[in-house]
Protein backbone atom coordinates (compact mmCIF):
# COMPACT_ATOMS: atom_id res chain seq x y z
CA UNK A 1 0.00 0.00 0.00
CA UNK A 2 0.86 3.13 -1.10
CA UNK A 3 0.43 6.63 1.31
CA UNK A 4 0.62 9.90 0.24
CA UNK A 5 1.73 13.29 1.29
CA UNK A 6 1.69 16.48 -0.31
CA UNK A 7 3.77 19.80 0.29
CA UNK A 8 4.60 22.42 -1.02
CA UNK A 9 1.74 24.92 -1.36
CA UNK A 10 1.44 28.62 -0.65
CA UNK A 11 0.49 31.95 -1.71
CA UNK A 12 1.91 33.11 -4.67
CA UNK A 13 1.59 36.65 -6.77
CA UNK A 14 -0.19 36.26 -10.18
CA UNK A 15 2.80 35.03 -12.80
CA UNK A 16 4.41 33.42 -10.06
CA UNK A 17 5.70 29.92 -9.26
CA UNK A 18 5.59 26.69 -7.26
CA UNK A 19 6.17 23.56 -7.32
CA UNK A 20 4.62 20.91 -5.63
CA UNK A 21 6.09 17.54 -4.17
CA UNK A 22 3.63 14.42 -3.27
CA UNK A 23 5.91 12.12 -1.36
CA UNK A 24 4.89 7.83 -1.45
CA UNK A 25 5.43 5.76 1.45
CA UNK A 26 6.17 2.50 0.89
CA UNK A 27 8.37 -0.04 -1.18
CA UNK A 28 5.88 -0.16 -4.87
CA UNK A 29 5.76 3.55 -5.85
CA UNK A 30 7.24 2.40 -9.03
CA UNK A 31 4.01 0.33 -10.33
CA UNK A 32 2.16 2.98 -9.10
CA UNK A 33 0.50 5.88 -12.34
CA UNK A 34 0.38 9.24 -10.56
CA UNK A 35 -1.99 12.19 -10.93
CA UNK A 36 -2.48 15.80 -9.42
CA UNK A 37 -5.86 17.42 -9.02
CA UNK A 38 -7.21 20.72 -7.58
CA UNK A 39 -10.74 21.63 -6.25
CA UNK A 40 -11.35 25.17 -6.10
CA UNK A 41 -13.68 26.52 -3.54
CA UNK A 42 -17.70 25.95 -4.70
CA UNK A 43 -16.07 23.58 -7.78
CA UNK A 44 -15.92 20.36 -8.46
CA UNK A 45 -12.83 18.61 -8.09
CA UNK A 46 -10.84 18.81 -11.89
CA UNK A 47 -8.10 16.78 -13.32
CA UNK A 48 -4.28 18.50 -13.63
CA UNK A 49 -2.42 16.49 -14.88
CA UNK A 50 -0.94 12.48 -14.50
CA UNK A 51 2.14 10.32 -15.74
CA UNK A 52 2.79 6.58 -15.93
CA UNK A 53 4.19 4.30 -13.26
CA UNK A 54 7.18 4.69 -15.67
CA UNK A 55 7.32 8.15 -16.28
CA UNK A 56 7.79 9.54 -19.78
CA UNK A 57 3.98 9.66 -20.81
CA UNK A 58 2.09 12.55 -19.34
CA UNK A 59 -0.89 14.21 -19.56
CA UNK A 60 -2.07 17.56 -19.10
CA UNK A 61 -5.54 19.45 -18.76
CA UNK A 62 -6.03 22.38 -21.53
CA UNK A 63 -5.77 25.11 -18.96
CA UNK A 64 -2.81 24.12 -17.31
CA UNK A 65 -0.87 23.34 -20.31
CA UNK A 66 2.06 24.89 -21.29
CA UNK A 67 2.13 26.18 -18.02
CA UNK A 68 2.55 23.28 -15.89
CA UNK A 69 4.87 20.12 -16.31
CA UNK A 70 4.14 16.92 -13.93
CA UNK A 71 7.30 14.40 -13.45
CA UNK A 72 8.97 11.80 -10.95
CA UNK A 73 11.61 10.61 -9.39
CA UNK A 74 11.09 6.96 -8.28
CA UNK A 75 14.37 6.50 -6.86
CA UNK A 76 12.98 9.60 -4.51
CA UNK A 77 9.12 8.03 -3.85
CA UNK A 78 8.06 11.61 -4.90
CA UNK A 79 5.83 13.00 -8.40
CA UNK A 80 6.16 16.74 -8.55
CA UNK A 81 4.01 19.57 -9.73
CA UNK A 82 6.16 22.64 -11.53
CA UNK A 83 3.07 25.69 -11.66
CA UNK A 84 4.63 28.37 -13.39
CA UNK A 85 2.94 31.54 -15.04
CA UNK A 86 0.43 30.54 -12.07
CA UNK A 87 -3.19 32.73 -12.67
CA UNK A 88 -5.53 33.39 -9.93
CA UNK A 89 -8.20 30.76 -11.29
CA UNK A 90 -5.59 28.40 -10.32
CA UNK A 91 -6.47 28.75 -6.60
CA UNK A 92 -7.40 25.42 -5.44
CA UNK A 93 -6.45 22.61 -3.22
CA UNK A 94 -4.24 20.14 -5.08
CA UNK A 95 -4.67 16.77 -4.47
CA UNK A 96 -1.97 13.45 -5.64
CA UNK A 97 -3.31 10.70 -6.31
CA UNK A 98 -2.02 6.89 -7.32
CA UNK A 99 -3.48 3.95 -8.83
CA UNK A 100 -1.66 0.63 -10.66
CA UNK A 101 0.43 1.04 -13.41
CA UNK A 102 -1.67 3.61 -16.17
CA UNK A 103 -2.25 6.92 -15.80
CA UNK A 104 -5.70 8.32 -16.58
CA UNK A 105 -7.35 11.59 -16.28
CA UNK A 106 -10.47 10.23 -14.39
CA UNK A 107 -10.66 10.97 -10.61
CA UNK A 108 -12.63 7.78 -10.15
CA UNK A 109 -10.05 6.06 -11.10
CA UNK A 110 -7.43 6.27 -8.52
CA UNK A 111 -7.31 4.27 -5.21
CA UNK A 112 -5.26 6.40 -3.29
CA UNK A 113 -5.25 9.91 -2.33
CA UNK A 114 -2.93 12.59 -0.15
CA UNK A 115 -4.59 14.93 1.93
CA UNK A 116 -3.73 18.24 -0.10
CA UNK A 117 -2.23 21.12 -0.15
CA UNK A 118 -3.51 24.70 -0.71
CA UNK A 119 -2.39 27.12 -3.21
CA UNK A 120 -3.80 30.49 -3.23
CA UNK A 121 -2.71 32.85 -7.07
CA UNK A 122 -3.00 36.61 -5.37
CA UNK A 123 -4.31 38.83 -8.63
Known amino acids: QVQLVESGGGLVQAGGSLTLSCAAS????????MGWFRQAPGKEREFVAA????????YDADSVKGRFTISRDNAKNTVYLQMDSLKPEDTAVYYC????????????????WGQGTQVTVSS
Open 26 to 33: GRTFSNYA
Open 97 to 112: AARRYVATRNEYEYDL
Open 51 to 58: IHSGGGTT
